[in-house]
């Protein structure tokens, strides 16, 4: 069973940074590096959306909202996924929701419906 733990939500004032992290468990090591990880965020009111995937070989894909403020890497050795989070606004407010899925970055970022596996999510808030 596959599971997924993030971590580094909290609340900050607008322009400050924050980093998320999201261990992964229940892969063997060769099945987690196969995968494409994801970053999702929810506010309140609104639907699920993409901000930044990352597939097998590292290539990256942004929303066009967090583009030059969020980086999305992997740590394949330790089965675990991050965003930095810079220059953060009130509007990055969310729960952020780390992803596993088959697809690619590409495909991943624009559909919620590709994940395969969710993690719990953890709270950005960011105040003006």
């Known amino acids: 069973q596959v599971q997924l733990v993030e971590s580094g939500g909290g609340s900050v004032q607008s322009g400050g940074s924050l980093r998320l992290s999201c261990a992964a468990s229940?892969?063997?090591?060769?099945?987690?590096?196969?995968?494409?990880m994801a970053w999702f965020r929810q506010a309140p009111g609104k639907e699920r959306e993409g901000v930044a995937a990352?597939?097998?070989?590292?290539?990256?894909s942004y929303a066009d909202s967090v583009k030059g403020r969020f980086t999305i890497s992997r740590d394949n050795a330790k089965n675990t996924l991050y965003l930095q989070m810079n220059s953060l606004k009130p509007e990055d407010t969310a729960m952020y929701y780390c992803?596993?899925?088959?697809?690619?970055?590409?495909?991943?970022?624009?559909?919620?419906?590709?994940?395969?596996?969710w993690g719990q999510g953890t709270q950005v808030t960011v105040s003006s």
């Open positions: 229940g892969y063997t090591y060769r099945s987690y590096i196969s995968y494409c």
């Open positions: 990352i597939d097998r070989d590292g290539s990256t």
């Open positions: 992803a596993v899925s088959g697809y690619t970055s590409q495909v991943v970022v624009n559909t919620a419906s590709a994940v395969a596996y």
